[in-house]
């Protein structure tokens, strides 16, 4: 799954970890969970008299099959380092790993959990028919059954009446409908044909329901960047000076004013302000279309040369055409190949791309995403297709090796800065995310991340 499915699938799948709105990590299908880095050993305890919507047990070797699935198909974050995992008794699962750091236990635990008896019961021992029947069925432990999923049309939750948290869903179920129309979803919410609108990123439309009475969660937004083709050395992009010209290029607080009505924060590293792991006053390469095109004569380019920007169609076209503008301004010639969310996922996280590629990321409370995303392990990014220099990667195992938080902290700003001097990535802007309802809504969804959502919380006023 790309991010996005994963966030469709919480009310459905629940994982053994997750966050608090601080960063603070939470316990969820687990308990508790102890970390021995002396021994390379990371335990979960689980919670007991869980099941899974099918009536079979939520136990240790359902998460031991879960990890070892994705082990095999190369989905488990630091999946490499893991050396075997072993069931301790029902409710204890203990993973044994060859090398440990400090984001380990929260990237096994982040996993959500299906069960393996309805996966295995699909196929009949057939894996390939397990395996087509998966991608349009889920059998979790969440406040939520899955009843219907159509491809890009409908997916339909009714409430789970067996939940382990007591007295909750609160909701019957709920029905999530894909509306790739910006002006007919803010028409449906604005006419009461719909309770609410979630994952929003267009600004003006949210702007202008909250005038007219919407509640709006704000959430943290995305980290919007250009990630340049640098790992192959037959690409322009492999040359340091190329890049940095493209960062001199634009614009950014003008094009954050520009698209985010006040609401998007230009960025000049690899981080918002206001998260941990932000460095004050860093700005590299703030706007000069001069320098731009000096770095590119020294790069051999002093006519320019051209290239593709692969974006989202149905988030990114405004800022991509913007990007194309100010990229020709200094002679490279963006063909820009606008495509559907599919093939951008497919692209971002597993097939990696051509030229460049407009993408987004989330932002962790707790600043981890700068390990998540760009890391030696990402969790998105895997594709290879992001050059990284010796130094970014030994400023990010300083940090991973690192259980003083504090000190974690002024090591990941180490790395930010790291990623800067090396021009790895070019960021643009932190966008603005929220979910627009109806006055009757209440949900807390989007508040924390947009891969963070406690559907069991979720309700509605009589109307």
């Known amino acids: 799954m790309a991010p996005t499915d994963s966030i469709y699938m919480l009310p459905v799948a629940e994982r053994l970890l997750t966050w608090y709105p601080n960063g603070d990590r939470r316990a969820v299908l687990a308990e508790s969970w102890d970390e021995d880095p002396q021994n390379k050993t990371i335990t979960y305890h689980l919670r007991k008299g869980v ?108 409430k789970n009446n067996d939940y382990w948290q007591a007295g909750k869903p609160y909701l019957d179920g709920m029905e999530v409908r894909f509306i ?96 941990p792991g932000y460095v004050e006053g860093y700005d590299p390469r703030p706007y000069n279309p001069a320098k731009a095109k000096q770095l590119l004569a020294e790069a051999g380019h002093p006519n320019g040369f051209q290239t593709e920007l692969l974006a989202n169609a149905v988030t990114s076209q405004d800022a991509a055409a913007a990007i194309q503008a100010y990229l020709a301004s200094v002679d490279i010639t963006v063909k820009l190949d606008l495509t559907d969310p599919g093939r951008y996922a497919a692209a971002a996280f597993g097939t990696g791309w051509k ?46 090796r690192e259980y003083n938080k504090a000190e974690e902290i002024k090591k990941i700003q180490a790395i930010v800065r790291q990623g800067g001097e090396d021009a790895m990535i070019i960021p643009i802007f932190r966008s603005a995310q929220a979910m627009v309802m109806q006055p009757w809504v209440h949900s807390e969804y989007v508040l924390i991340h947009t891969v963070v959502w406690d559907a069991e919380n979720d309700w509605m006023e009589k109307r």
């Open 355 to 400: 030229g460049l590629i407009f993408a987004a990321s989330g932002i962790n409370p707790d600043s981890t995403d700068l390990y998540v995303h760009f890391g030696p392990s990402p969790m998105t990014y895997r594709t290879g297709t992001i050059g990284k220099s010796p130094e970014f990667l030994a400023a990010n195992e300083a940090a991973l």
């Open 180 to 275: 790739p129309d910006i002006m007919t979803a803010s028409a449906m919410l604005e006419a009461g044909e719909v309770d609410a609108w979630i994952d929003v990123s267009a600004v003006q439309n949210v702007l202008d329901l909250q005038d007219k009475g919407m509640k709006v969660n704000w959430g943290p937004g995305f980290f919007w960047a250009i990630l340049p083709n640098s790992s192959d050395p037959n690409s322009p992009f492999a040359n340091k000076k190329v890049r940095e010209a493209i960062e001199y290029a634009i614009d950014r607080p003008a094009l954050a004013d520009m698209l985010g009505y006040g609401k998007f924060e230009p960025f000049t590293q690899m981080a918002p302000k206001g998260w």
């Open 51 to 158: 099941r899974f919507h099918d009536g079979t047990p939520f136990n240790a070797e359902a998460v031991k099959w879960n990890l070892e699935m994705r082990l095999a198909k190369n989905r488990l974050t630091d999946g490499k380092y893991v050396k075997s995992i072993e069931v301790i008794d029902e409710n204890t699962v203990r993973v044994h790993v060859t090398d440990y750091h400090n984001q380990l236990a929260f990237n096994y635990g982040w996993q959500q959990m299906y069960s393996p008896t309805a996966y295995k019961q699909a196929g009949g021992g057939d894996e390939e028919k397990s395996i087509q029947w998966a991608r349009t069925h889920a059998v979790g432990t969440g406040p939520f059954k899955l009843k219907e999923f159509q491809i890009d049309t409908v997916i339909k939750y009714e």
